[in-house]
């Protein structure tokens, strides 16, 4: 697969990540048994296989199980650890958000345990949290790096002015990347000012950051032909892109599913979408997608139709 580097980092990862969202198939760490662990190795296995070689955790994806499972994951696989990146977050905590300096230390060092490292590759700071000082934030990021637990830090979820506030008090270390939710049904990060565009996009190629996208399907919705219920407030916007979709589909000899993902990787921020599946299948169709020159004119046939309404 094709590779780039995240940000100005030096990690070079796959255009397509996974992300280990539901790669224990649970939210309850009580209940992952020997099938749960089953089906995250061949899952694992299905994204090496496919050329994936980054990896995206949280520390409160399946209540820490998806951690967990991922460390009998890297024991599959021999030599694996060395070849992949790995990617996980924190900051969100029952309830509330916490971004203060004990807790992130706390944190790594749980999710360090959990996944059987020494030290993750991109430690990402999972929402912003109003009670925390961003320079208290900063001062747990500069110390972690400091203490090789991890080589290089992101945000996710961050709005500019957000991005800013953090950075200032960053000594000039990098917030390489920030995972956002975008797809074509959710347009904000592309332009600021426009239906409420937040400019998100925009900022991260004004600072050499990469984009990370989770949802990239919307939820699925973009990648199968499920019924749409009557009063689902997005309905018109769902078939309205999925007729596009289909047309496109047929025209490149793809599946919805990779043009709506061809689609973010065509943007020039360098956006990677993180595929959340524990589906071999679903994995190794998703990985299709960067194979697929999608042309200018076919990028705003698909935005337009998303967007309800022709450029101006």
Known sequence: MITQKIGSSTL??????????????????????????????????????SGITFFDHADIYGGGACESIFKDCLAAVPGAREQIIIATKCGIR????????????????A??????????DLYQMHRPDPLAHPEETASALKKLIADGLVRHVGVSNYY?????????????????????????????????????????????????????A??????????????????????????????????QADKYGATAGQMAIAWLLKHPSGIIPLVGSNDPAHITEAVGAANIDLSREDWYKLWTAAWGRSVP
């Open 111 to 120: 999710s360090l345990e959990r996944l059987g490292v020494e030290y993750v």
């Open 160 to 212: 500019p002015e957000q991005v800013r506030a953090l950075s200032a008090y960053m000594d000039g270390i990098p917030l390489v990347s920030n995972q956002i939710s975008i797809s074509l049904l959710r347009l904000d990060p592309i332009y600021e000012g426009w239906d409420g565009g937040d400019g998100v996009l925009d900022q991260c190629m004004g600072l050499g950051q990469t984009p990370l």
């Open 214 to 247: 989770y949802s990239p399907l919307g939820g699925s919705a973009l990648s199968n032909n499920d019924a749409i219920a009557d009063d689902n407030p997005r309905k018109a916007k769902i078939e309205a892109v999925r007729k596009e979709l289909g047309v």
């Open 12 to 49: 070079e990862v796959s255009r397509i990540a996974l992300g280990c969202m539901g790669m224990a198939g649970t939210w309850n760490p009580k209940e992952v048994g020997p099938e749960n662990v089953r089906k995250a190795i061949v899952a694992f296995e299905a994204a090496l296989e």
């Open 94 to 109: 029952r309830g509330f958000y916490d971004l203060s300096e004990p807790t992130i230390e706390a944190c790594i060092h």
